[in-house]
């Protein structure tokens, strides 16, 4: 893997009561978010080779928005990024290292601090991706994912 990209769900609607948090769907604002998260990554040409998903359906729908504008990739649904730590992202991806260019489609706090261990080694107090925010990591040499060992090539929000 050369480019790993970390895509958190653009805004979604508060619960309604009784509603479970994995089915809550994305506001306006967030289906604007989407569209435009997908624009950016098309007019960079990062078409991801491949795309992990959290079975939510905010990141389900924040994925469906975006792949209406980069086009259809293989993707896959991976209940394990729901509520992940950086620990349990860094291993999904791992399991993924042929792939030149991943994207994986979730939460925070998991996705930002998964982009702080990668970027500088530690995870500890990093706050920094909104809604629909875009981190693109520049994975170096061929060994495995491991703290430390990336460059944030860019960075994006709404």
Do not use: K
């Not at 992990?52 to 928005?65: G, H, I, K, W």
């Not at 994912?145 to 929000?157: H, R, V, Y």
């Amino acid at each position: 893997m050369h480019e790993l990209i970390l895509l958190r769900h653009a805004h979604a609607e508060q619960p309604a009561p009784g509603q479970p948090d994995l089915d809550r769907p994305l506001s306006a604002e967030g289906h604007a978010e989407a569209e435009a998260a997908g624009r950016w990554l098309r007019e960079r040409g990062l078409v991801p080779d491949l795309v992990l998903c959290s079975p939510s359906r905010r990141t389900r729908e924040t994925l469906e928005l975006v792949l209406e504008q980069v086009g259809y990739v293989d993707q896959r649904l991976e209940d394990d990024i729901y509520e992940a730590s950086p620990g349990t992202l860094a291993a999904l991806a791992d399991r993924h290292r042929e792939v030149e260019r991943l994207l994986v489609v979730g939460h925070n706090p998991g996705l930002e601090r998964l982009a702080a261990l990668l970027h500088s080694g530690q995870s500890g107090d990093y706050r920094g991706m909104p809604p629909g925010a875009i981190a693109v990591l520049a994975l170096q040499g061929e060994g495995g994912i491991e703290p430390g060992t990336a460059t944030l090539s860019a960075f994006w929000w709404p």
